[in-house]
């Protein structure tokens, strides 16, 4: 089964009278990179929900999100006065009234904006009570993920398999066109010769020679051979219950070569054409092997 590695997820989980909200997206990536966005109070939390995504996802960029909201209307922090700083405002203030002559008094509800004098202190929470709630959101968020990673993957495996049928149609071509293109260097040969040397006969047997090392040096058979044997391979792939996106895309890479290796031995327009078409088709596929966990 193929899966996309772009797509995204949601998941709530309401708990004691807290909401756990998840947000996960994955995108396109070599390998399995996870990255948490994590609140500092929570760090202690990232082994478990790696773990949770290291279990279900296999390949991709994936990022995840974490909220965490009281329903019950109580606060989830603590104010705090920095004492030693506000009188050094405090003191700050006075010095500078007595320096100007202004007597004025000290304004309580500006201590609201000076930095760091009032700061809010998170209420220390109940980690294994939180470590529930969050895996039962991000687990919930995974789900939505994970289906639509597979409705895209349905998509690119249906791609998958009209591009390598297309592929197959131009080696039937080109495997129908090679002995065809013997026998017209064998006529190509045969009549320069006989113009060359006018009445002269040719020595058919130095043509049949010259013909055989034509047939050999142009000979695309171990090619097609091979391009089949991986195109074989890449279908039975497409049913595999694994991460098989870096292994499309090696094959993608060996089919490119072997087309490599047929243009360069054969200089026929058609099958020039042909080799055009295969590569064209070669980087359709491998654009999509991108996408595939």
Known sequence: MIKSMTAYGRGEHLQEGTLYIAEIRSLNHRHRDIVLRLPKNLLALEKDLTSLISSRIRRGRIEVYVEMLNQTGDIPYTLELNMPLAESYFDIFHRLSEQFGVKHDFPLDSLWQMKDVIVEKPVEIDLDRVRHGFLEALS??????????????????????????????????????????????????????????????????????????????????????????????????????????????????????????????????????????????????????????
Do not use: W
């Open 140 to 293: 919930q968020a995974i789900d939505p993920l994970d289906r639509m990673k597979i409705r895209e993957g349905e998509a690119i495996e249906a791609d998958f398999r009209e591009r390598t049928t297309l592929l197959e149609k131009y080696l039937d071509e080109m495997e129908k066109r090679a002995p065809e293109l013997v026998e017209k260097h064998r006529r190509r040969l045969k009549n320069n010769l006989a113009r060359l040397l006018d009445d002269v006969p040719v020595d058919e047997e130095r043509l049949a020679r010259e013909v055989a090392f034509f047939a050999e040096k142009s000979d695309i058979t171990e090619e097609i051979v091979r391009i089949r044997s991986h195109l074989i391979q890449f279908r039975e792939y497409l049913s595999a219950d694994t991460a098989i996106g870096r292994r499309l895309d090696f094959l993608i890479q060996e089919i490119n070569r072997e087309v490599n290796t047929i243009g360069s031995k054969i200089s026929d327009t058609l099958c020039a054409r042909i080799v055009v078409e295969m590569k064209a088709e070669l980087e359709k596929l491998r654009e999509q092997a991108q996408n595939v966990e």
